[in-house]
């Protein structure tokens, strides 16, 4: 499974970190395999925040570019995404995506 932590309430300006931690032997090949952040606000579809591969190369949403940092950690197996320069527009429940499988995800909430 994938389990997503790390959301809470913050202000318009402020910082989150967002973690995805693959847990199951599912995972055992963790290394090599894709993962993602998706976000889904109310009212809205789901969509791509930012990507990686294997091979650490990333990929992000252009209203997050310059802001937003994913990385990861494959020791631990778990994803990270680092959320900076929050806005009101970034509420959402955000979800990690690997292994073709989603996280229960987690609620962001920005307060302006």
């Known amino acids: 499974q994938l389990v997503e932590s790390g959301g809470g309430l913050v202000q318009a300006g402020g910082s989150l970190r967002l973690s995805c931690r693959a847990s199951?032997?599912?995972?055992?090949?963790?290394?090599?395999?894709?993962m993602a952040w998706y976000r889904q606000a109310p009212g809205n579809q789901r969509e791509l925040v930012a990507s990686?591969?294997?091979?650490?190369?990333?990929n992000y949403a252009d209203s997050v570019k310059g802001r937003f940092t994913i990385s990861r950690d494959n020791s631990r197996k778990t994803v990270y995404l680092q959320m900076n320069s929050l806005k009101a527009e970034d509420t959402a429940v955000y979800y990690c995506?690997?292994?073709?499988?989603w996280g229960l995800g987690t609620q962001v909430t920005v307060s302006s």
């Open positions: 199951g032997s599912i995972f055992s090949t963790f290394s090599p395999q894709e």
């Open positions: 995506r690997g292994f073709d499988l």
């Open positions: 990686i591969t294997g091979s650490r190369a990333t």
